[in-house]
């Protein structure tokens, strides 16, 4: 199966509004990056963590290696805030980085 | 800033014939990646390199070679492109293959094949 399970696949959110994104592993990760691909196709790097929590904004991603997931927050959503998230995360055993299949994630006024 | 450029943006291309899709990057990057990505699916890896001259199969090389003559370029080529390769390709840089190497993306390069 897949090894990076990505949840939901679509969220709708009204502007001002927050959620969160979540990445599940079936195996150990050692670290975990998250990208938006944005309503132009261009993929961002938005976090790079390897444990713990980080806070960009009106972002904030949490990885829990031994519980295997990440978590990305959104806060006060925006209109720009629209696209496509993605959470990448490289296993112990191997340097590849594994993505998994996004949430497209729609801001409406 | 990190940038890594692709060309072209865009390309038609008709079945059996052959594409190449160049990628530069100015971040004195060791390695390159090409990835390809499917309507509604994350990326997947083509081929990498982590030294000018020498290239790496990813998880789907089948169709596609590469090519890195220098540090800075790096290019998919798709000798005898098919129906099934229309997608589209992003190059990516990191400074090494390490999962805490951050990866640097291309603007994507949207590829038909007719």
């Known amino acids: 199966g897949d090894q990076v399970e990505q949840s939901p696949s679509a969220l709708s959110l009204h502007e001002g509004t927050g959620s969160a994104l979540r990445c599940n592993f079936t195996?150990?990760?050692?670290?975990v990056q998250w990208f938006q691909q944005n309503s132009r196709g261009s993929l961002i790097n938005l976090f790079y963590?390897?444990?713990g929590t980080k806070e960009n904004g009106r972002l904030k991603s949490t990885f829990n290696s031994k519980e295997s997931y990440s978590t990305l927050h959104i806060r006060d959503a925006q209109l720009e805030d629209s696209g496509t998230y993605f959470c990448?995360?490289?296993?112990?055993?191997?340097?590849?980085?594994?993505f998994g299949s996004g949430t497209q994630l729609t801001v409406m006024p | 800033e990190a940038a890594v450029t692709q060309s072209p943006r865009s390309k038609v291309a008709v079945t059996g014939g052959k594409v190449t899709l160049s990628c530069h990057q100015t971040n004195n990057h060791d390695y390159m990646y090409w990835y390809r990505q499917d309507t509604g699916h994350g990326l997947r890896l083509i081929h990498y390199s982590y030294v000018a001259d020498s290239t790496e199969k990813g998880d789907i090389p089948d169709g596609y070679k590469a090519s890195r003559p220098s540090q800075e370029n790096f290019s998919l080529i798709l000798e005898l492109a098919s129906l099934s390769q229309t997608a589209v390709y992003f190059c990516?840089?990191?400074?090494?293959?390490?999962?805490?190497?951050?990866?640097?993306f291309g603007s994507g390069t949207r590829l038909t094949v007719l």
């Open positions: 990448a995360a490289g296993s112990s055993g191997s340097w590849q980085l594994i």
């Open positions: 963590l390897a444990s």
């Open positions: 990516a840089s990191s400074s090494g293959t390490d999962s805490a190497e951050t990866l640097y």
């Open positions: 195996t150990t990760m050692r670290a």
